[in-house]
């Protein structure tokens, strides 16, 4: 533990990508391949089966500190960390050990098959063993969430340093499935395996924000637009035999969607697409909030099924007939698309996402404008030419948004973040005038500088009217900017409305109160845009 | 401004020795204020730091060793000093002041009355530093507190480990060929740093760090040299320099010709890890001027005093640690740091 709990500190004690690079390919340098392949997994999400539940950390913890369970409790929103929390208040240990990350993993595991009434005993001659760091990153195995300070991206580009990869194809390596207990390092990064795991996706393309004028793109014939829908991103998998469903976020999200299996019936093994799952009305996507809905359901009840289909809108293939098809430029890969899809029955659950004809920018944007009423975004721009890259990649694709929606609202509630957000008041709740009344409407989190962040701090400890547990009614005295991607109708919420994706756009310091929107303006733009 | 019950009472007074008023902590007997935050006739002072040696009141008095950073803080101002343990009759009240353990000059306030004693800690810490009067317990039947740092997760290591991991870091950085760039409050922790370091190269200090340091040296505090960085001063011939300036000048063009540089800031918040990248800093080193959670109960517990009063910093969640281990603890809201870091807002117009 002692080389990965120096490794973790090299790599919190900087702010440098490249140096926590260089940390990190040092370490895949020299350590175990047990090591090597937890850490991997760790910096990708993944994690050891949860040992133990937090209620009895907690507890154990207060326990082994010699302090009632309430003063822990209260440590730890300030802290904004669990394992942090009970590493600090964790008396010094007794002893040191130098005992592996694989091992301690391995103690976890073996957790699961003691009495439950010996747990305790074995967590507590681990805090006895490793020092403050070591029972951080310990505590981190059991609660989980491993984000400390290593994206996955950095971890990829480290291992491709160390091991004389290429990036993209270690990327592709450590998609999909695969977990420490069923695989080994030289299985999942050093053999050549054409057998790869069947379900296992391609790393997804990731477009950024287009800020500058479209027209400095070049000419409208080197590139092809979409519209950008408001979905789950997601790629569809058909390969022996069965169909597998990926989010973006490397869920396997088939049992969610049972209709995308189906596509199975309609379209040949060996076929891999990107694109869009979205709610379908038969002609265009439904609104979010209906698509949300399936989201949070692991089995589909089937009146939702009715009311709420899904489909893939594909805009990308992948693999065709069992060829990697991502060196092949978006023109060609569009045309093979196309003719994959374009005589399939109107029942099955894959369309093609239409591409924008337009012939110059301004016409572009133009069409643009209209994304609302298409249930879209904005646009998507792909440069003609270009290969399916892995990773946030500048340069052919583009994401052109719509201006979001904005309203003028009156802060009232704050309550306190988390992690790197703990001590200080990030999130707010926010209202409109009904009248003499401000009523709430939304929460929002994001959007302002940590210097704001910091100065509203300061006022909102200055200015509590009420406490209720964490949050703090403050006096309603500043205006916020909310921007937000979509409004639609909500009976769960008081104000009847909910927002899509609200965050701060800017602390309206120039406007007194009484000068924020009204319910009756958000009610005009839900009739507008909802 | 006590919530809840009213101060305790002794035999047959009808006034307590120290109240809470919206301008701060006040002995009606002898007619003074302790560190109060609006203007008043009469200021007994702890300590400069700018939440607690505020400006505009009629007359100051406060520690002869305390007095000098006032009065280059505060301008003119009508100050008397005293000796550390010397008694002053102030109306019907016996005033002393007694080392704190907090920066250099920095003093509790004993205060007497008819037999009961009241103290007011200041901002204080128990471990001494070497560099500033050293803590001394003062047994008293009432105690107002400071509890910045009054959360079990505050546990300070030992100075000299953390002393050693600067000049290490200090060390790594000259052989790496960058300055280091090490942030700390102008008054008391830029100094108790300076104290700590293993000469290895030239030490460089911005005007604010700098401008204490020659007010303590002439008091007769030991502080190793330093250069005042000045628009004539070129990086380029004090390659490898540790600098010290407080945290709003490490983010200012002021540290720009320092590069390429490692940055650290020192301060017990960093115990934190949310907080030390919430800095955005490459170090944080744990040390404050602040007493931690054993500190706390070591200075409580010395007191013998019952009752507690506790102001800036966890006070709910103390207080109601202190009442379940059997005082008579209450918060009492005040002006000083409160919750916040310990970056008092005059540190940025320096």
């Known amino acids: 533990m002692k080389d990965f709990a120096a490794l973790f500190s090299a790599i919190d004690q900087t702010t440098r990508t490249t140096a926590k690079t260089k940390a990190l390919a040092e370490y895949f340098g020299?350590?175990?391949?047990?090591?090597?392949?937890?850490?991997?997994?760790?910096?990708?999400?993944?994690?050891?089966?949860?040992?133990?539940?937090?209620?009895?950390?907690?507890?154990?913890?207060?326990?082994?500190?010699?302090?009632?369970?309430?003063?822990?409790?209260?440590?730890?929103?300030?802290?904004?960390?669990?394992?942090?929390?009970?590493?600090?208040?964790?008396?010094?240990?007794?002893?040191?050990?130098?005992?592996?990350?694989?091992?301690?993993?391995?103690?976890?595991?073996?957790?699961?098959?003691?009495?439950?009434?010996?747990?305790?005993?074995?967590?507590?001659?681990?805090?006895?063993?490793?020092?403050?760091?070591?029972?951080?990153?310990?505590?981190?195995?059991?609660?989980?969430?491993?984000?400390?300070?290593?994206?996955?991206?950095?971890?990829?580009?480290?291992?491709?340093?160390?091991?004389?990869?290429?990036?993209?194809?270690?990327?592709?390596?450590?998609?999909?499935?695969?977990?420490?207990?069923?695989?080994?390092?030289?299985?999942?990064?050093?053999?050549?395996?054409?057998?790869?795991?069947?379900?296992?996706?391609?790393?997804?393309?990731?477009?950024?924000?287009?800020?500058?004028?479209?027209?400095?793109?070049?000419?409208?014939?080197?590139?092809?637009?979409?519209?950008?829908?408001?979905?789950?991103?997601?790629?569809?998998?058909?390969?022996?035999?069965?169909?597998?469903?990926?989010?973006?976020?490397?869920?396997?999200?088939?049992?969610?969607?049972?209709?995308?299996?189906?596509?199975?019936?309609?379209?040949?093994?060996?076929?891999?697409?990107?694109?869009?799952?979205?709610?379908?009305?038969?002609?265009?996507?439904?609104?979010?909030?209906?698509?949300?809905?399936?989201?949070?359901?692991?089995?589909?009840?089937?009146?939702?099924?009715?009311?709420?289909?899904?489909?893939?809108?594909?805009?990308?293939?992948?693999?065709?007939?069992?060829?990697?098809?991502?060196?092949?430029?978006?023109?060609?890969?569009?045309?093979?698309?196309?003719?994959?899809?374009?005589?399939?029955?109107?029942?099955?659950?894959?369309?093609?996402?239409?591409?924008?004809?337009?012939?110059?920018?301004?016409?572009?944007?133009?069409?643009?404008?209209?994304?609302?009423?298409?249930?879209?975004?904005?646009?998507?721009?792909?440069?003609?030419?270009?290969?399916?890259?892995?990773?946030?990649?500048?340069?052919?694709?583009?994401?052109?948004?719509?201006?979001?929606?904005?309203?003028?609202?009156?802060?009232?509630?704050?309550?306190?973040?988390?992690?790197?957000?703990?001590?200080?008041?990030?999130?707010?709740?926010?209202?409109?005038?009904?009248?003499?009344?401000?009523?709430?409407?939304?929460?929002?989190?994001?959007?302002?500088?940590?210097?704001?962040?910091?100065?509203?701090?300061?006022?909102?400890?200055?200015?509590?009217?009420?406490?209720?547990?964490?949050?703090?009614?403050?006096?309603?005295?500043?205006?916020?900017?909310?921007?937000?991607?979509?409004?639609?109708?909500?009976?769960?919420?008081?104000?009847?409305?909910?927002?899509?994706?609200?965050?701060?756009?800017?602390?309206?310091?120039?406007?007194?109160?009484?000068?924020?929107?009204?319910?009756?303006?958000?009610?005009?733009?839900?009739?507008?845009?909802? | 401004m006590v919530s809840g019950a009213a101060a305790p009472i002794v035999g047959l007074m009808t006034e307590p020795v120290l109240t809470f008023t919206d301008r701060g902590i006040y002995c009606p007997a002898g007619d003074f204020f302790i560190d109060p935050w609006r203007p008043v006739d009469r200021a007994l002072i702890t300590h400069g730091h700018a939440d607690h040696a505020r400006p505009g009141h009629t007359h100051y008095l406060a520690t002869d060793a305390a007095l000098p950073v006032m009065r280059h803080r505060l301008g003119e101002i009508t100050a008397q000093g005293i000796a550390y343990g010397e008694t002053r009759q102030i109306g019907g009240a016996q005033v002393s002041f007694h080392p704190a353990g907090h920066i250099p000059g920095s003093a509790q306030i004993r205060v007497e009355v008819a037999g009961e004693v009241w103290v007011v800690s200041g901002d204080y810490k128990t471990t001494p530093d070497g560099l500033c009067e050293p803590f001394e317990p003062v047994r008293c039947h009432s105690f107002i507190s400071e509890c910045t740092f009054g959360l079990p997760v505050f546990k300070w290591h030992d100075q000299r480990s953390v002393a050693s991991e600067i000049n290490a870091w200090w060390a790594a950085n000259r052989a790496a060929g960058r300055f280091s760039l090490l942030g700390a409050y102008s008054l008391g922790k830029a100094q108790r740093l300076l104290s700590l370091l293993e000469p290895q190269g030239p030490i460089l200090t911005h005007g604010a760090v700098e401008a204490t340091n020659a007010i303590l040296r002439d008091q007769g505090y030991t502080l190793p040299d330093t250069t005042h960085v000045t628009p004539a001063l070129n990086p380029k011939e004090v390659p490898g320099a540790l600098v010290i300036a407080p945290p709003s000048a490490l983010g200012s063009q002021w540290a720009r010709r320092f590069r390429p540089a490692s940055t650290g800031f020192a301060s017990g918040w960093m115990r934190l890890r949310g907080i030390r990248r919430r800095r955005a800093m490459d170090r944080g080193f744990v040390i404050s001027d602040h007493a931690d959670w054993d500190g706390l109960h070591a200075a409580i517990r010395d007191t013998g005093a019952e009752n507690i009063y506790v102001t800036h910093g966890y006070t709910d969640i103390f207080a109601r640690w202190l009442n379940e281990r059997g005082w008579n603890a209450q918060v009492v809201p005040t002006e000083f740091g409160g919750e916040e870091e310990d970056s008092a807002p005059a540190e940025a117009a320096e």
Request: proline share 7%; with cysteine; charged share 30%.
């Open chain 1, 30 to 530: 020299h350590a175990s391949d047990d090591d090597k392949l937890w850490t991997i997994a760790l910096f990708s999400g993944r994690r050891p089966r949860r040992a133990v539940t937090t209620t009895d950390l907690r507890a154990w913890a207060a326990e082994e500190a010699g302090i009632p369970l309430w003063l822990l409790e209260d440590c730890y929103p300030i802290v904004g960390d669990l394992a942090e929390t009970i590493a600090l208040l964790l008396p010094p240990p007794e002893t040191v050990s130098d005992l592996s990350l694989s091992h301690w993993i391995g103690e976890l595991r073996a957790l699961h098959d003691i009495a439950p009434e010996d747990r305790p005993a074995r967590i507590r001659a681990a805090w006895a063993q490793l020092d403050e760091t070591e029972r951080f990153l310990f505590n981190k195995l059991i609660t989980g969430g491993f984000r400390i300070g290593v994206s996955r991206k950095l971890m990829t580009r480290a291992l491709a340093e160390a091991t004389g990869q290429d990036e993209a194809v270690l990327a592709h390596k450590l998609m999909g499935s695969w977990t420490p207990d069923r695989t080994s390092y030289h299985a999942l990064i050093e053999a050549e395996d054409p057998a790869a795991d069947q379900s296992r996706p391609y790393p997804f393309y990731l477009a950024y924000q287009l800020d500058d004028p479209a027209a400095e793109l070049g000419s409208p014939q080197d590139w092809q637009a979409e519209w950008k829908w408001d979905g789950i991103r997601g790629q569809v998998i058909l390969r022996g035999g069965e169909t597998h469903v990926w989010s973006r976020g490397e869920e396997l999200m088939t049992d969610r969607f049972p209709e995308l299996t189906r596509a199975a019936d309609f379209l040949p093994m060996g076929t891999v697409f990107d694109g869009e799952i979205v709610t379908w009305d038969g002609t265009q996507p439904m609104p979010f909030n209906s698509l949300q809905q399936r989201i949070g359901r692991k089995t589909v009840p089937k009146k939702l099924l009715k009311e709420a289909p899904v489909i893939l809108l594909a805009y990308d293939l992948l693999e065709d007939q069992g060829q990697d098809l991502r060196d092949t430029p978006l023109r060609d890969r569009r045309a093979r698309l196309e003719a994959l899809l374009a005589d399939l029955p109107p029942e099955a659950p894959l369309r093609a996402s239409p591409v924008i004809g337009f012939d110059s920018w301004d016409g572009l944007a133009q069409t643009r404008a209209e994304a609302r009423a298409h249930r879209a975004e904005g646009v998507m721009l792909k440069r003609r030419d270009s290969p399916y890259l892995s990773g946030r990649k500048k340069g052919d694709w583009w994401k052109w948004k719509l201006e979001p929606l904005t309203v003028d609202a009156v802060m009232i509630y704050a309550q306190q973040g988390s992690g790197r957000r703990a001590n200080l008041f990030t999130d707010f709740t926010f209202a409109v005038w009904k009248g003499n009344e401000l009523v709430p409407f939304t929460k929002a989190y994001s959007g302002l500088t940590d210097a704001e962040f910091d100065r509203i701090t300061t006022w909102v400890r200055r200015n509590t009217q009420a406490r209720f547990g964490p949050v703090r009614q403050v006096t309603p005295e500043h205006v916020f900017e909310i921007a937000f991607e979509g409004i639609h109708e909500s009976p769960r919420h008081k104000s009847g409305i909910a927002l899509r994706f609200p965050r701060m756009a800017r602390w309206r310091q120039d406007k007194p109160i009484d000068e924020a929107n009204t319910l009756e303006d958000l009610r005009d733009m839900l009739s507008t845009y909802g």
